[in-house]
């Protein structure tokens, strides 16, 4: 079964700070990952995706995730935070080639950005 | 281009009533997935469609059923609701059932059960 764990529930970092939001998953075959950011009362919007290309992976509003298999991780990184960041980050796991393309998420990590 | 629209954005119903919610999926995008977040918690998957038939099932209890349209567009059903069915029912779309291609998610339905 796959799973998906971010580690912290809450990050707190100053503006112009970096910004490291955590994902492990679990899969028992190479998987397809995603973040999604959501902010307040709207739905998930695409932030980036590991389709087994390349391993570092760029996004947009400058995110950028890294897929490292030994460590079953894909970190979320950004060099300097923006107050506009703030927001509720979730990592997904899927199956390549699975039956159904059902997204697997974790419990969310909230962002917040002190001026 | 318009993207993943659902319907209505708001609404509170009493136990053990039914609901139906609407969602239409960005042109040319022939799968539509159904996912229920309660507050403070990761989407939960309910229903895949594909091509108008049911490509997946979450485990979720035989009250919610889904369906697909000729259009694509999909309607989420749920009979005899509970307290517990209160959340944001979230639709997303993709262009085919492979996930490469990613999802793209609607604003969602917020459900208030009371």
């Known amino acids: 079964a796959q799973s998906v764990t971010q580690l912290g529930s809450h990050v707190s970092v100053s503006e112009g700070a970096l910004v490291l939001l955590r994902c492990n998953y679990s899969s028992s075959v190479p998987p397809y990952l995603f973040w999604y950011v959501q902010y307040p009362n709207q739905g998930l919007q695409l932030l980036l995706k590991?389709?087994?290309?390349?391993?570092l992976v760029k996004g947009i509003n400058g995110f950028e995730a890294e897929f490292k298999k030994s460590e079953t991780s894909f970190h979320l990184t950004k060099p300097s935070a923006h107050m506009s960041d703030a927001a509720e980050y979730f990592c997904?796991?899927?199956?390549?080639?699975?039956?159904?393309?059902?997204?697997?998420f974790g419990k969310g990590t909230k962002l917040s950005v002190k001026p | 281009d318009a993207g993943v629209t659902q319907s209505p954005t708001h609404l509170i119903k009493t136990r053990g009533q039914h609901v139906t919610l609407r969602c239409s999926p960005i042109s040319g995008h022939k799968s539509v997935s159904w996912y229920q977040q309660v507050l403070g918690q990761g989407p939960q998957f309910i229903f895949q469609?594909?091509?108008?038939?049911?490509?997946g099932r979450g485990n979720f209890p035989d009250r919610f059923s889904a369906r697909q349209f000729p259009n694509y567009s999909s309607e989420l059903n749920v009979n005899a609701l509970l307290l517990g069915d209160s959340a944001l029912y979230l639709c997303?779309?993709?262009?085919?059932?492979?996930?490469?291609?990613?999802?793209?998610f609607g604003s969602g339905t917020r459900l208030t059960v009371v």
């Open positions: 997303a779309s993709s262009p085919a059932k492979l996930q490469e291609y990613g999802y793209t």
């Open positions: 590991y389709t087994s290309a390349a391993t």
């Open positions: 469609y594909y091509e108008k038939e049911e490509r």
């Open positions: 997904a796991v899927t199956r390549p080639g699975g039956s159904q393309g059902n997204l697997i």
